[in-house]
C-alpha cells in the first residue's frame, strides 16, 4: 500500500518510528531538564529577580511595549497586504512597461535586509530632517520588505490556479480583472492563506528589531527592565516573559488563520440536495 508521496510504512517501520520518537522526545525533555537546573544553578530564578513584575508600574512598561508593538505591527500588515496586492497585480500585468518596474521593486525589497531598511528610513531621516520617528521607521521597513515578499505569495497564488479556469472565464468574455477578481483570486486566497499568515508572524516577530533605532516596543522595554540592578540585572527572567508573550500573540495567529481556513472551507461545501442554477446575462438581450 503507498500513499501519494510516500509508501505507507508497514509493522516493523512503524515499530522504528514509535522507538525514534520516543528517543527524541526523551532527549527534548532532558535538554529542558538540564537547561533548567543551569539556570537556577547561575540564580535565575531567586525571588529577586522576578520581583519587579509584581509592581504595576512594571506591567504598565510591558503593557506600553506590547501595545507599541501591536500598533506598528497592524500599520505594517495593513500596508504591506495593500502593496502586495498592488505590485502582484502589476507583475501580472499584460502590460510590459508595468510589469518589469513591479518586478524590479519586489525583488529590490525582498533582497535588501530589513534592519537596513529601518536604518535607512531612521538615519536618513536625522540627516536630511525629513522629521521621520522611529514608529515611521519601523513600519515602513516592515511595509517594504514584508509587502514585498507578499506581492510574490499573491502572484504565486494565482498562478496556481489551473489555465482552464481562466480559459473558461474568457470564453464567457469577462475581462482580465474580472478574471482575476472573481474567478482566480477567491480560488487562490485559500491556498494562499497558509503562506500569508506566516508571513504576518513573521512581520509581527521582525517588530523587535526596532529596539535598534530606539522605538518603544516590547524587546525595548525588556532591555531597559533586564538592566535595573536593584533587581539584579534580571535580564533571562525578563526575556523569558517577553518570550511567552510572543509566543502567545502568534499562536493566535495561527488560531485565527486556522479559523478562516475552515470558514472558506464550509463555504465550498454546497448543502445535499442543493440545485445550483446559472442565472442568464443581461447584455441588451444577448445571451
Known amino acids: ?32 531538564i538540564w537547561l533548567v537546573l543551569r539556570l537556577n544553578d547561575n540564580g535565575q530564578f531567586a525571588a529577586r529577580r522576578w520581583a519587579q513584575f509584581e509592581y504595576k508600574a512594571i506591567q504598565k512598561e510591558l503593557l506600553t511595549g506590547l501595545l507599541n508593538t501591536l500598533r506598528a505591527a497592524g500599520a505594517a500588515t495593513v500596508l504591506a497586504l495593500i502593496f502586495g496586492a498592488v505590485f502582484a497585480a502589476a507583475r501580472i500585468s499584460d502590460h510590459k512597461w508595468v510589469r518589469v518596474p513591479a518586478t524590479l521593486v519586489v525583488e529590490l525589497f525582498r533582497a535588501i535586509p530589513l534592519l537596513i531598511l529601518m536604518f535607512f528610513f531612521y538615519y536618513g531621516s536625522l540627516q536630511y530632517h525629513l522629521g521621520l520617528t522611529p514608529f515611521h521607521a519601523v513600519v515602513f521597513g516592515l511595509t517594504l520588505y514584508n509587502g514585498s515578499v507578499l506581492a510574490e505569495i499573491f502572484r504565486a497564488g494565482i498562478s496556481a490556479v489551473p489555465k482552464g479556469q481562466r480559459e473558461a472565464a474568457y470564453a ?34 521582525d517588530t523587535a528589531l526596532g529596539f535598534i ?34 509566543i502567545g500573540l502568534c499562536s493566535l495567529l495561527s488560531l485565527l488563520a486556522r479559523y478562516l481556513e475552515a470558514r472558506t472551507r464550509r463555504n465550498r461545501k454546497i448543502a445535499p440536495g442543493t440545485t445550483v442554477t446559472a442565472a442568464p446575462l443581461d447584455d441588451g438581450g444577448a445571451a
Open 213 to 246: 533605532i530606539t522605538y518603544n516596543e516590547l524587546l525595548y522595554v525588556a532591555k531597559q527592565m533586564g538592566g535595573r540592578l536593584e533587581f539584579g540585572f534580571p535580564y533571562i527572567p525578563t526575556y523569558m516573559v517577553v518570550a511567552v508573550i510572543y
Open 1 to 32: 500500500m503507498s500513499a501519494v508521496l510516500y509508501d505507507v510504512p508497514g509493522p516493523r517501520a512503524r515499530l522504528r518510528n514509535r522507538i525514534l520518537n520516543v528517543v527524541v522526545i526523551v532527549a527534548v525533555v532532558a535538554v529542558v
Open 172 to 205: 464567457m468574455g469577462l475581462r482580465k480583472n474580472q478574471v482575476v477578481r472573481l474567478i482566480l483570486l477567491p480560488q487562490a486566497v485559500r491556498a494562499m492563506l497558509p503562506a500569508i499568515v506566516s508571513q504576518l508572524v513573521v512581520l509581527l516577530k
